[in-house]
């Protein structure tokens, strides 16, 4: 299908920026943040129409991110493509993940939640959440009821929550109860910077309450692996200065404080023994196109929309 015709608004997003302990605290008050993203609608068509909220991972907003905002615009609906980087003073948080927690960009899709769903040309309840690795944390877990009643909008609820090569090695506090919207999850099978292990377990915890959740498996699939800028030959990049959390196993403890378990001490991505540097990402045509259409056909059948 065609991409298309869309008109793009650079609307801003006024947040904070919490620790990863306040925010599982459930603290409000932090430094106040001036963000931006891009919102697309499409021009042809009528009625309130769905949207995405798209979250980028810890390289930024990649031209690998553009292109999903302008291919989801084919199915007919909205998306917001969210910088939550550049008004934080970052560039990339690949090689000291420490300077913004995962969970802060949870906050910024709430808040950008909140302002597609008083727009009165989008469908406050046809609104889903996208992320990708250090994103992805943001739209998975947005589906837990503990951090939706901490800092959603009261206004509404992400429909929808997708995940493409997320970072599950962290078990939080009630991460079993959700909202009950659908979660999908997309993850490489040779990913050694993101394992697509603590996914597995993750999803088999929330099968086990009945929770609408999927996790599809790519074979021999690095990280980013929907990348079209790394070498299309397939061929793994080396990203030597890049942290990796994949030997460290963790849990959400008492007072918000996230332990490495298999320890008992306190984590801290600074210091922790567990934290590596050198994992790869490479780029798979195969898999690539087939997360493409798993996405597209099921935010079509999630928001009632034709093929046409």
């Known amino acids: 299908m065609a991409l298309a015709e869309v008109r793009p608004e650079i609307h801003p997003v006024e947040t904070v920026t919490l620790t990863g302990r306040q925010f599982l605290l459930g603290e409000k008050t932090g430094k106040p943040t001036a963000l931006a993203g891009v919102l697309r609608v499409p021009v042809s068509g009528t009625g309130r129409r769905p949207a995405i909220v798209l979250l980028h991972g810890s390289a ?51 808040r950008v939640l ?57 078990t939080y506090r009630d991460d079993e109860c959700v909202t009950g919207k659908p979660i999908r999850l997309f993850h490489g099978t040779a990913d050694d910077y993101v394992p697509v292990g603590p996914c597995r377990a993750y999803v088999e915890r929330l099968r086990k309450r009945e929770v609408d959740i999927s996790l599809t498996e790519y074979p021999g699939a690095h990280h980013t692996y929907d990348n079209f800028r790394l070498p299309n030959d397939g061929t793994p990049v080396h990203r030597e200065l ?29 210091t922790d023994t567990c934290v590596e540097r050198g994992p790869h990402v490479g780029y798979d045509a195969v898999a690539a196109a087939a997360t493409l259409e798993a996405v597209k056909a099921f935010l079509r059948a999630t928001f009632r929309l034709s093929e046409g």
């Open 114 to 170: 909140g302002i597609l769903a008083r727009d009165p040309r989008l469908d406050p309840e046809r609104i889903a959440a996208m992320g990708f690795s250090k994103g992805a944390v943001a739209a998975v877990y947005s589906s837990s009821q503990r951090f939706r009643k901490a800092y959603g909008p009261s206004n509404a609820e992400f429909a929808a929550h997708i995940g493409l090569y997320t970072p599950c090695y962290i």
């Open 60 to 110: 930024g907003v990649a031209e690998s991110t553009e292109r999903w905002a302008r291919e989801l615009t084919s199915i007919g609906a909205a998306t917001f493509l969210l910088d939550c980087f550049s008004g934080r003073g970052i560039t990339s948080s690949a090689a000291d993940q420490s300077q913004l927690d995962a969970l802060a960009m949870m906050v910024d899709a709430y």
């Open 242 to 270: 890049a942290q990796t959390l994949r030997d460290c196993q963790l849990a959400e403890g008492d007072d918000g404080v996230i332990y490495n378990v298999k320890t008992g001490r306190p984590f801290d991505i600074r």
